[in-house]
């Protein structure tokens, strides 16, 4: 594979910072190429151009740095997953998204399908299958691997709404946990259980029958 840089000075600077490149003028020559090296050796030689604008390649076994920053959630509070391609991984490289889990199932398959096409083994073999290596954010819900899309946006959209409540509903009923009965059993947030029977009571009427049976006594 080739790597035709603007100048020779700029392939020289980065060549420098690489194993097993050769250097032909402006062209870097290797047989493979460590993306992760590559985009490390780009920014330390302070070449002038963005390293996801990489330079042309004259080779379509040579892909271009992988450039996660396009679609990675860094959001370091919403439920995420980091999905991986099962091709990369069998062949011994790790290569993966972290994805906003609360996005409607259409738009996480969509990112998963752009990380996909980006797999460092995509031009020898079908990139196909992925899988879920971890999850961030999920309050206490364990993830297998394969979990329905839609399934993921639903847990994380009701997560992000109801919080720990949902978690713990979802932990004790597993599977079998809906929406609807969710919705059916939650009362709400309470300060604490003085609280809680308060506002039941207020609800249901009791306590505005305590107070008449108050003034009905102070009254005799």
Not at 183 to 207: A, I, N, P, R
Request: glycine residues 4%; aromatic residues 12%; contains cysteine.
């Amino acid at each position: 594979m080739q790597l035709i840089f603007d100048s020779e000075t700029e392939a020289l600077s980065v060549v420098e910072q690489l194993y097993g490149v050769e250097r032909v003028g402006k062209i870097l020559i290797a047989e493979r190429i460590d993306y992760a090296a590559l985009e490390l050796a780009v920014k330390l030689a302070q070449v002038n151009f963005p390293i996801f604008s990489f330079p042309i390649v004259s080779s379509l076994k040579c892909r271009l740095p992988f450039p996660r920053h396009e679609r990675e959630c860094t959001d370091e509070d919403i439920p995420k997953i980091y999905v991986a391609c099962l091709s990369a991984y069998n062949n011994g490289h790790l290569h993966g998204l972290w994805i906003d889990a609360t996005q409607e199932a259409e738009d996480i398959e969509d990112d998963i399908n752009w990380m996909l096409s980006w797999s460092p083994v995509a031009d020898d073999e079908p990139c196909e299958e992925w899988a879920i290596h971890d999850y961030e954010n999920w309050q206490g819900i364990q993830l297998n691997e394969c979990v329905d899309i839609e399934h993921i946006s639903e847990l994380a959209n009701l997560l992000e709404e109801h919080g720990k409540a949902f978690a713990v509903y979802y932990q004790y009923y597993g599977s079998d946990t809906s929406l609807e009965d969710f919705q059916e059993s939650y009362l709400g947030q309470f300060e604490d259980e003085e609280d809680f029977v308060y506002q039941m009571w207020d609800e249901c009427g009791t306590l505005k029958k305590l107070e008449e049976l108050a003034r009905i006594s102070h009254k005799a």
